[in-house]
């Protein structure tokens, strides 16, 4: 992938670190140079003096090619206002924003935009939404014979009940998190778009898994 990433802190640094060792491109920007001391002498991705929604300085990073935006300045309004820019007029596809004001994160999830307050979101947090199928299970038993992990969902699944889900798949929800809290699903419970979806998951099971929950349902769900 090639991400763009709004933020040369110590977050945005060691998301921007750890992706090129992935073997992905950078483009990072952030209005201090000095900021960019960050990355280390060896960091060799483009860097981009600016704001993180002008549009010279998006062009620069490489925003027409980005696969992800991720904007995790140090300022709530800048990262939202960045991310719909990427969002909106250019049509990234993964767009995730960290925030300081975790009750405002409700209001933007809501315009499509993942947010979590800032203390909860790690680099580690943002690279297991970015990259999914390159994570360390969230737990495993001693045992290592059941795990946690994230599952993403076709858009195609929201609207239908999360027990859907555990039927296609043969597996449990553990939880939900929907606007920045944790909730304990209920057969009745209904997969909504934003939601982050975590599984317990047999060993071996795992990439059949995120295969039936990355398309959409079979039988035509509603």
């Given at each position: 992938?090639?991400?763009?990433?709004?933020?040369?802190?110590r977050?945005?640094?060691?998301?921007a670190?750890?992706?090129?060792?992935?073997?992905?491109?950078?483009?990072?920007?952030?209005?201090?140079?000095k900021?960019?001391?960050?990355?280390?002498p060896?960091?060799?991705?483009?860097?981009?003096?600016?704001?993180?929604?002008?549009?010279?300085?998006?062009?620069?990073?490489?925003?027409?090619?980005?696969?992800?935006?991720?904007?995790?300045?140090?300022?709530?309004?800048?990262?939202?206002?960045?991310?719909r820019?990427?969002?909106?007029?250019?049509g990234v596809?993964?767009?995730i924003?960290?925030?300081?004001d975790?009750q405002?994160?409700?209001?933007y999830?809501?315009?499509?935009?993942?947010?979590?307050?800032t203390?909860?979101?790690?680099?580690?947090?943002?690279?297991?939404?970015?990259?999914?199928e390159?994570?360390?299970?969230?737990?495993?038993?001693?045992?290592a014979?059941l795990?946690?992990?994230?599952?993403?969902?076709?858009?195609?699944?929201?609207?239908?009940?999360?027990?859907l889900?555990?039927?296609?798949?043969?597996?449990?929800?553990?939880y939900?998190t929907?606007?920045?809290?944790?909730?304990?699903?209920?057969?009745?419970?209904?997969?909504q778009?934003?939601?982050?979806?975590?599984m317990?998951?047999?060993?071996?099971?795992?990439?059949r898994?995120?295969?039936?929950?990355?398309a959409?349902?079979?039988?035509?769900?509603?």
């Amino acid at each position: 992938m090639h991400v763009v990433i709004m933020g040369c802190g110590r977050v945005g640094s060691s998301l921007a670190r750890s992706l090129v060792e992935r073997g992905h491109t950078i483009g990072i920007i952030d209005q201090n140079p000095k900021a960019f001391r960050r990355l280390g002498p060896d960091f060799d991705e483009t860097t981009v003096r600016g704001v993180g929604f002008d549009r010279e300085v998006l062009a620069k990073a490489g925003i027409n090619r980005a696969d992800a935006f991720v904007s995790v300045s140090s300022g709530d309004n800048s990262n939202i206002i960045a991310a719909r820019v990427a969002r909106e007029n250019y049509g990234v596809p993964k767009v995730i924003a960290r925030i300081y004001d975790p009750q405002r994160a409700s209001v933007y999830e809501r315009l499509g935009i993942p947010t979590v307050a800032t203390v909860r979101w790690t680099a580690d947090r943002l690279l297991r939404h970015l990259l999914p199928e390159d994570q360390e299970p969230l737990w495993r038993d001693p045992t290592a014979t059941l795990s946690m992990v994230e599952i993403l969902c076709d858009e195609a699944w929201y609207g239908n009940a999360l027990a859907l889900l555990e039927q296609a798949t043969g597996h449990r929800v553990a939880y939900v998190t929907r606007f920045g809290r944790a909730t304990l699903p209920t057969p009745s419970t209904v997969l909504q778009d934003g939601d982050q979806v975590y599984m317990l998951v047999a060993d071996g099971d795992e990439a059949r898994i995120r295969e039936i929950a990355g398309a959409a349902p079979q039988g035509g769900a509603a």
